[in-house]
T-cell receptor, first 115, second 113 residues
Framework: DAGVIQSPRHEVTEMGQEVTLRCKPI?????LFWYRQTMMRGLELLIY????????DSGMPEDRFSAKMPNASFSTLKIQPSEPRDSAVYFC?????????????FGPGTRLTVL | GDSVTQMEGPVTLSEEAFLTINCTYT??????LFWYVQYPGEGLQLLLKATKADDKGSNKGFEATYRKETTSFHLEKGSVQVSDSAVYFCALTLGSGTYKYIFGTGTRLKVLA
């Protein structure tokens, strides 16, 4: 399997612009997680889905952030409008509940820079 | 609430030195415990795990034992290599169908040749 795929790997944008991050989980996995990593705050869980349904979005920082999972093989995290403090590395991870393990498999991340 | 506490880094060691990275947790119920590693420029990847008390997880020369009495899951390696330089994260899940992780803040390890 190709693993979790994220795109783009790097994104540089200007304040106020809309940013969309994309994730393709491992085929067959039914959980999908979005994390944000910064030096100041470490690794934060933003939202996670089970069978395409959002289960917990309590980590989403504010209304500028939204996430969707229209099908089992694709999810997006959108920031509109973006702000410099959104600069971070965003990770997507997936896991497989019926496999008897709760291991999460992480993508390579998207490094977002908001100028 | 539930939490994971890791020792502050960075940890700097010479090659072949012994490594210990401390991790303690607070949790209700019976969590599963994990160590993840993040190499520069990459995502996190599972290093080892333990699902019940007294279990020992091991991988690539790293070991950690689930100690319920001390609520700890310390990571150890007998002889580190330069290639072990990375950030190490301790984490737990609360089980019972909960797949949400609680991560520690991470400990950066730097191994010098």
């Amino acid at each position: 399997d190709a693993g979790v795929i994220q795109s783009p790997r790097h994104e540089v944008t200007e304040m106020g612009q809309e940013v969309t991050l994309r994730c393709k989980p491992i085929s067959g996995h039914d959980y999908l997680f979005w994390y944000r990593q910064t030096m100041m705050r470490g690794l934060e869980l933003l939202i996670y889905f089970n069978n395409n349904v959002p289960i917990d979005d309590s980590g989403m920082p504010e209304d500028r952030f939204s996430a969707k999972m229209p099908n089992a093989s694709f999810s997006t995290l959108k920031i509109q409008p973006s702000e410099p403090r959104d600069s971070a590395v965003y990770f997507c991870a997936s896991s497989w509940s019926t496999g008897g393990t709760d291991t999460q498999y992480f993508g390579p991340g998207t490094r977002l820079t908001v100028l | 609430g539930d939490s994971v506490t890791q020792m502050e880094g960075p940890v700097t060691l010479s090659e072949e030195a012994f490594l210990t990275i401390n991790c303690t947790y607070t949790a209700t119920g019976y969590p599963s415990l994990f160590w993840y590693v993040q190499y520069p420029g990459e995502g996190l990847q599972l290093l080892l795990k333990a699902t019940k008390a007294d279990d020992k997880g091991s991988n690539k020369g790293f070991e950690a034992t689930y100690r319920k009495e001390t609520t700890s899951f310390h990571l150890e390696k007998g002889s580190v290599q330069v290639s072990d330089s990375a950030v190490y994260f301790c984490a737990l899940t609360l089980g019972s169908g909960t797949y949400k992780y609680i991560f520690g803040t991470g400990t950066r390890l730097k191994v010098l040749a």
